[in-house]
């Protein structure tokens, strides 16, 4: 759904949410220490739990990416990761789309139990959509693909609410056959501005390798 085949009125409560999803997720260096996957100290990170397990924003996000998904036609989503679990939830809860399936697809199927890797009512009939948090080089999409692919599911995209556009991820997956659809592309990279439905970047005290 691009910004031009929106309303004025409705990109700018797109663009309001976006700057208040932004300032709920970020961390500076100077709030907490934080680090890289490498344990090396880092200036900023997204902590999307922070604003997708506040309330009013688990509500606002939810119906604004199911809209997404039903102008898509789909009606099935696929969570991969701990960052997909409120994401997944949220969508599943806006009432005007009621018919929305979930699920969650593991690394490897439980040795126990029902012993599924895909988890939830999702079926092999229809296409789904991964979702995630955010979208940086596209290893953690791709690998959640691969993984669905090789039960029998057809994906049809991949819905986030971040895109860091200096990674790849979104042609990477584009390759694939997938359509990537982000809430917010954050070029921090180029210092470039971000697009209508973006929020601004962090300040110079950002760490832009992230």
């Not at 997708?52 to 199911?66: K, R």
């Not at 359509?179 to 950002?206: F, I, K, M, Q």
Request: one cysteine or more.
């Amino acid at each position: 759904m691009g910004s031009d085949s929106l309303s004025q009125e409705a990109v700018g409560d797109l663009v309001s949410l976006g700057r208040r999803l932004y300032d709920l997720s970020l961390v500076r260096k100077d709030q907490e220490p934080i680090t890289d996957p490498r344990g090396q100290p880092i200036g900023w990170l997204l902590d999307t739990r922070m604003a997708m397990l506040d309330a009013q924003m688990f509500t606002e996000i939810g119906c604004v990416l199911a809209e997404r998904l039903a102008a898509k036609g789909i009606s099935q989503i696929v969570g991969h990761g701990f960052g997909a679990y409120a994401l997944v939830g949220s969508i599943l809860s806006s009432p005007k789309h009621s018919y929305l399936k979930g699920g969650f697809v593991r690394d490897q199927k439980k040795a126990y139990g029902r012993k599924r890797i895909v988890e939830g009512p999702v079926n092999r009939g229809e296409p789904v959509a991964l979702v995630d948090d955010i979208l940086n080089s596209g290893r953690s999409a791709a690998k959640a693909l691969s993984l669905l692919r090789a039960h029998g599911f057809e994906v049809a995209g991949l819905l986030t609410l971040f895109n860091f556009t200096w990674s790849g991820g979104r042609s990477r997956l584009e390759k694939e056959g997938l359509w990537v659809d982000s809430l917010l592309d954050l070029n921090l990279r180029n210092g470039s501005a971000p697009s209508t439905a973006d929020t601004p970047p962090p300040t110079s005290e950002a760490d832009p390798s992230r």
